[in-house]
């Protein structure tokens, strides 16, 4: 069964809007959770990672939350551009080592257009 | 410069023939992982490697094995490869102590025909 659920599972937006990707997951126990960003044919590229109960990471115009009662993250993309079309990838990993295992969501395809 | 290369980037196989994929990374990280990606599908875990000789079975091991003599490269090998190993491949490394420190080759997409 699939540990980690992303929606919606692909979104279209206009350049310069803003758009919020969101991932649900059951994993337990859930030590951090990542948003990788992957461009098409490449490999994945870390946007930010969350830790601790209710975490708010920012980078640029990537913000993210951490709901860990809710077991829920969202990823805000302000003020997008062309460059962000790319594939969104929700990651969970069970513990603080490499130890734990890592599980993740089958992504959000984003396009964005002119 | 922490970097995950992985050799080749693309790979035209026939069934039943062996097949290599290299990965080497430069930040002295202990753990290594090869995954494979098939749309629609999150990554799938086929190994990860603790360091130098101790590698696991991941969720899907079946129809390859790894090697790792040396810290920085570790191996995937498809002894006599099958059509439904046709996939992109990625391998990743990370501190042991740190696992939200994670980092992603390019990848290699595998074709077996």
């Known amino acids: 069964k699939t540990q980690v659920e992303q929606s919606p599972q692909s979104l279209v937006v206009r350049q310069g809007e803003n758009c919020v990707l969101q991932?649900?997951?059951?994993?337990?126990?859930?030590?951090?959770l990542r948003w990788f960003k992957q461009d098409t044919g490449k490999g994945l590229v870390s946007l930010t990672v969350?830790?601790?109960?209710?975490d708010k990471t920012s980078n640029g115009r990537y913000s993210a939350t951490l709901d860990k009662d809710a077991k829920h993250s969202t990823l805000h993309i302000t003020a997008t551009l062309l460059d962000d079309t790319a594939t969104y990838i929700c990651?969970?990993?069970?513990?603080?080592?490499?130890?734990?295992?890592?599980?993740f969501g089958a992504g959000t395809q984003l396009i964005v257009i002119p | 410069d922490m970097k995950v290369t992985q050799m080749p980037r693309y790979l035209i196989k026939r069934m039943g023939e062996n097949v290599l994929l290299e990965c080497g990374q430069d930040?002295?990280?202990?753990?290594m992982y090869w995954y494979r990606q098939d749309p629609g599908l999150g990554l799938q875990l086929i190994y990860i490697?603790?360091?130098?000789?101790?590698?696991s079975e991941g969720d899907i091991p079946k129809g390859y094995r790894v090697s790792r003599k040396k810290r920085e490269h570790f191996s995937l090998i498809l002894d006599s490869a099958k059509t439904n190993q046709t996939s992109v491949y990625f391998c990743?490394?990370?501190?042991?102590?740190?696992?939200?420190?994670?980092?992603f080759g390019s990848g290699t997409r595998l074709t077996v025909l």
């Open positions: 990743a490394s990370s501190s042991r102590g740190r696992a939200e420190t994670l980092y």
């Open positions: 991932c649900n997951y059951s994993v337990t126990p859930d030590n951090h």
């Open positions: 969350l830790v601790h109960e209710n």
């Open positions: 990651v969970v990993g069970d513990r603080g080592s490499a130890l734990g295992r890592l599980h």
């Open positions: 930040m002295s990280h202990e753990t």
């Open positions: 490697s603790y360091d130098v000789d101790s590698n």
